[in-house]
Each structure stands twice: as C-alpha cells, then as structure tokens.
C-alpha cells in the first residue's frame, strides 16, 4: 500500500464496525470503540475534521492491524 488515505470520521467509524468493534461510549468528539477479544479503540468526530494519515495509522496501531489490514473489508 503506496499512500494512507485521509478519511472522514464516519468511514473510519463503518470500518471499524465491519471489523466486529462497537461503539461502547462517546464522549464530546470522542467515540470509544471496543472488540469482544478486549481491543479498543478512541475515533476522534469533529465536525469538518478529517482522520489524518497519523491518526488513522494510530487508530489501526491500537487495534493490532495494519493500515491496510483495517481498509480492506474483513467478509471478503
């Protein structure tokens, strides 16, 4: 994978549901999501804020996957 793309809050947030998390609390801005294995998350959803490259490959560090493994969908 060449480039990591900027995503909006809500794609990372879809992404994140199609990989099995749930959104177990928000908080302000902050939506914390959570696997059934015990992995969490927090996605930032600030109103015309994207996810950043460093944040999405953040988001993907916590969650024990790689920028690519998060982008392609987990049923194919």
């Keep these: 994978?060449?480039?990591?793309?900027?995503?909006?809050?809500?794609?990372?947030?879809?992404l994140l549901e199609k990989h099995g998390f749930i959104m177990i609390r928000k908080r302000g801005s902050h939506c914390q999501f959570k696997h059934i294995d015990g992995r969490q998350t927090t996605v930032p959803d600030h109103k015309g804020r994207d996810i950043s490259p460093n944040l999405l490959r953040q988001i993907a560090k916590d969650i024990g996957l790689t920028v690519s493994e998060l982008l392609k969908d987990p049923n194919s």
């Design 1 to 14: 994978m060449g480039q990591i793309p900027v995503l909006k809050p809500i794609e990372v947030i879809r």
